[in-house]
């Protein structure tokens, strides 16, 4: 039987069935829960999975305010359960801001960087490295092999400051890619720089910030790194090596007079004694945290009972929403997607068996009027998909466009159109895969109909 001649019988059949437009209804609602929760429940889980590897969501500050912080204390806490390093964090560790003087290249003396910076306020962090801590490069050399006064900047790079747009929003960031090769010039924020340090009189313990007269730093910009709402620094964190950190700080410590070699100087006596440093204590895994902290904090030294880099709870909040809530509707839609199409094709059997009868008496086989009810509801669950398909495609595209020209932390939320493209796929599959599902549950029906029925 030729293409026409199905399509045409089909489609008298959608006409008579009184539960078409609730499948296409069905099938849209359906189409909607595969590509758009499955797309947001992927990015929110694989946002708070990589921030539970982060280096620094698995690391608790150790401070000698308690007890001081001996070897022999060190040697105890690395050896407990589920620590796997400790780290010394003396340096800027991001609490110091810096004025932006230029970016420059040795090629040319000035561009349009640097033509913005001496027109905007601008500033950056500057973090270290600690411990084992490693960053992955997107672009240009790691900072591992790099020499002294290299630093990699954030893929989204925007430095400026601007009164009316405090929450940066629409913001035209700079690709940080094209600043390899360049010299970043930095003085500390109003020309001070800020350092935290620790102090102990024997009576008396805690930690201060002292502000000092800052030196001009001049860094290479060697790499970019990925920069990510949840992990991976921010817009304004630039990341040197740990040794780059240590001579940044000693020469702000020098600039300002003070004599390293004194023990009347509390900001000489810090840098000179490791068991007045702070530590960071790196667990080998995120979950296992509170044991850390809770058998540090039983031995006595003071502890942060949370993570150095903390993530949103709106980010967590939407990843258990969409994963529990948003699967569960998921398996429920498809569930009722199966029963209503399999409700619907009982329905349509037994109010037809006339019909099929005078079909099968006028020489139509079994295998034909499978075909045509296959086609049938083909064409509903099809037509539900493209309706689906298209409002899908159409809220992920603006919801794109608002967190593109939002806030820097909806960034985190922007649907990779690949990854909608493959939900998109699977959507398709299942709306292919059902009806065949259930008119397969209807063979047997189908062929117990005889053409004597066609006298019902």
């Given at each position: 039987m030729k293409y026409s001649y199905y399509r045409f019988l089909s489609k008298a059949n959608i006409k008579g069935n009184k539960k078409s437009h609730a499948v296409i209804a069905l099938m849209c609602v359906l189409v909607i829960a595969c590509t758009v929760i499955s797309c947001f429940t992927l990015v929110t889980q694989n946002a708070v999975n990589k921030y539970k590897d982060d280096y620094r969501a698995r690391s608790l500050e150790l401070d000698p305010w308690l007890l001081p912080i001996t070897d022999a204390a060190l040697e105890a806490i690395s050896n407990i359960e589920h620590v796997e390093s400790v780290a010394d964090t003396t340096g800027f560790r991001s609490i110091c801001m810096f004025?932006?003087?230029?970016i420059n290249s040795e090629k040319e003396s000035s561009n349009k960087v640097d033509e913005e910076i001496k027109s905007k306020e601008a500033l950056v962090y500057v973090c270290g490295l600690i411990g084992d801590e490693e960053k992955t490069v997107i672009a240009g050399d790691s900072l591992e092999n790099s020499p002294e006064f290299s630093c990699i900047v954030p893929s989204l790079f925007y430095p400026?400051?601007?009164?009316?747009?405090?929450?940066?929003?629409?913001?035209?960031?700079?690709?940080?890619?094209?600043?390899?090769?360049?010299?970043i010039s930095l003085k500390g924020y109003n020309g001070d720089v800020c350092i935290r340090y620790n102090y102990s009189d024997g009576v008396v313990s805690g930690n201060d910030d002292a502000?000092?007269?800052?030196?001009?730093?001049?860094?290479?910009?060697?790499?970019?790194?990925?920069?990510?709402?949840?992990t991976s620094g921010s817009f304004q964190d630039i990341?040197?090596?740990?040794?780059?950190?240590?001579?940044?700080?000693?020469?702000?410590?020098?600039?300002?007079?003070?004599?390293?070699?004194?023990?009347?100087?509390?900001?000489?006596?810090?840098?000179?004694?490791?068991?007045?440093?702070?530590?960071?204590?790196?667990?080998?895994?995120?979950?296992?945290?509170?044991?850390?902290?809770?058998?540090?904090?039983?031995?006595?030294?003071?502890?942060?009972?949370?993570?150095?880099?903390?993530?949103?709870?709106?980010?967590?909040?939407?990843?258990?929403?969409?994963?529990?809530?948003?699967?569960?509707?998921?398996?429920?839609?498809?569930?009722?997607?199966?029963?209503?199409?399999?409700?619907?094709?009982?329905?349509?059997?037994?109010?037809?068996?006339?019909?099929?009868?005078?079909?099968?008496?006028i020489g139509y086989k079994n295998r034909q009027i499978f075909v045509c009810m296959c086609y049938e509801q083909l064409s509903l669950t099809l037509k539900g998909f493209l309706v689906g398909g298209f409002l899908s495609t159409a809220f992920i595209a603006f919801t794109n466009f608002v967190f593109r020209h939002g806030a820097y932390q909806g960034l985190l939320y922007i649907i990779d159109w690949r990854l909608f493209l493959f939900f998109i796929c699977i959507s398709l599959a299942i709306s292919i895969i059902i009806p065949l599902i259930c008119q397969v549950i209807l063979i047997k029906k189908l062929t117990d109909i005889q053409p004597i029925n066609a006298m019902s």
């Open positions: 004025d932006i003087i230029d400026f400051q601007d009164e009316n747009n405090l929450n940066y929003e629409n913001i035209d960031y700079i690709d940080g890619t094209s600043l390899i090769g360049k010299t502000l000092l007269p800052s030196p001009e730093y001049k860094l290479k910009i060697v790499g970019t790194y990925y920069c990510s709402p949840t990341y040197v090596s740990r040794e780059t950190d240590l001579k940044m700080t000693e020469m702000a410590l020098k600039s300002s007079g003070i004599d390293l070699s004194s023990d009347e100087s509390k900001l000489a006596k810090w840098w000179n004694e490791s068991s007045l440093h702070s530590y960071f204590v790196v667990a080998d895994d995120y979950n296992n945290l509170s044991y850390v902290y809770n058998t540090i904090s039983e031995m006595g030294y003071e502890i942060a009972n949370s993570p150095e880099q903390l993530i949103k709870d709106s980010t967590v909040l939407m990843a258990n929403l969409f994963g529990t809530v948003g699967l569960f509707l998921i398996f429920a839609l498809f569930i009722l997607a199966v029963i209503t199409l399999v409700q619907s094709s009982i329905s349509s059997v037994n109010e037809r068996k006339s019909y099929i009868g005078l079909l099968k008496a």
